[in-house]
């Protein structure tokens, strides 16, 4: 059967590679503009730690936007989960992940949801320690749990963004003068900058994914490594809020929980499902590298990769 499926991965990744050049790498931080926009990689991992390869799984990017999930679910650990829905709401916005508009039109500005830049700004304050490096351990300490190694960081990248984060800059002026940021503006950027500069691969966010596809039990290690009830919620805020504003349509088209990163990485997570006969039944994570994206912040090939997949195994959740 993985055999079969390792072909049929190939095939996909063959048809969807070329969609790379309709794409753009991420320009607005110099040092992603430098990626090959013809790399596409995936890793499917199964909850008996099988793992089904294609294309260039094993190049390094950086967590960009994925690292959101990480901190968030470090965040409810941390400070426990209504402490953190205080201060974050948990509603899809349809806005660009960088969009300022909705902390001035609505009063007080709670940040919509954690995957768009100003929610995720917000929960790097609410990370345990008081300086920048403690707050970032707790998203280490967590990644570490879950991939089994602690992930490298790319200096480049973060050094290149920090230069360019005036958006970012001026989220965090926001949310510091409506009461939002439990820490200094330059600290909590620092953090949310520095996570998003983590380097993983599609292997990597794949474990992620089938950790969240069991609802925080990683069946390879045999351990539970954060509580079902914090998988549902941050399941349920990839679902309708995790590709930006292209979530509707991803889940529409592929229907999982699902993470881009402006990087081009895709973090998906497949349940189970009790049908018969279909591939993948007691669910799975999927890890795609695509660095050419769209003009939503989602990766072109990747996206399209998931779509056929999803149609090809029955993914989706609906
Ligand atoms: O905040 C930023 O601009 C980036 N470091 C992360 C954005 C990102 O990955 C958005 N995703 N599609």
Redesign the pocket.
């Known amino acids: 059967m993985n055999f079969i499926e390792g072909e049929n991965l190939d095939r996909w990744v063959k048809q969807c590679r070329p969609l790379g050049r309709k794409g753009r790498c991420a320009e ?2 110099p040092a992603l503009g430098e990626s090959n926009l013809l790399d596409l990689g995936v890793c499917i991992i199964t909850p008996e730690g099988v793992e089904i390869k294609s294309g260039e799984w094993d190049v390094p990017f950086t967590l ?2 994925i690292s959101k999930v990480i901190s968030f679910i470090a965040a409810c650990l941390d400070r426990g989960i209504s402490y953190v829905l205080e201060r974050v709401d948990v509603e899809p916005t349809g806005d660009a ?2 969009s300022i508009v909705r902390l001035e039109m609505n009063k007080p500005g709670r940040p919509f949801n954690p995957m768009i ?1 100003a929610g995720a700004i917000t929960i790097t304050s609410l990370l345990n320690g008081e300086s920048p490096e403690q707050k970032l351990n707790s998203v280490y300490e967590l990644l570490e749990k879950m991939i089994g190694r602690r992930p490298t960081f790319n200096e480049r990248v973060f050094q290149s ?1 920090w230069k360019t ?1 005036n958006r ?1 800059r001026a989220l965090a002026y926001y949310l510091k003068e409506g009461g939002f940021l439990e820490a200094e503006v330059e600290d909590a950027l620092e953090v ?2 520095k996570q ?1 500069s983590i380097e993983v691969n599609a292997k990597d966010i794949a474990r992620m994914g089938l950790i969240l596809s069991q609802n925080g039990y990683d069946s390879i290690q045999k351990k539970q490594v954060f509580p079902k009830e914090v998988a549902k919620l941050i399941k349920g805020l990839m679902m309708t809020c995790g590709m ?1 504003n292209a979530s509707g349509k991803f889940a529409a088209f592929v229907g999982v929980p699902a993470k ?4 081009g990485g895709v973090i998906a997570s497949v349940p189970a499902r009790y049908e018969q006969k279909i591939p993948f039944q007691m669910g799975c994570g999927i890890g795609i590298y695509g660095p050419a ?1 769209d003009e939503f ?2 990766s072109i090939a990747g996206v399209e990769l998931l779509k056929n997949l999803a149609d090809e195994w029955d993914f989706s959740i609906f």
């Open positions: 607005y931080i960009q936007s992940f960088n830049n963004e984060a970012n949310y900058l998003c930006y881009s990163g402006v990087s994206i912040g989602n």
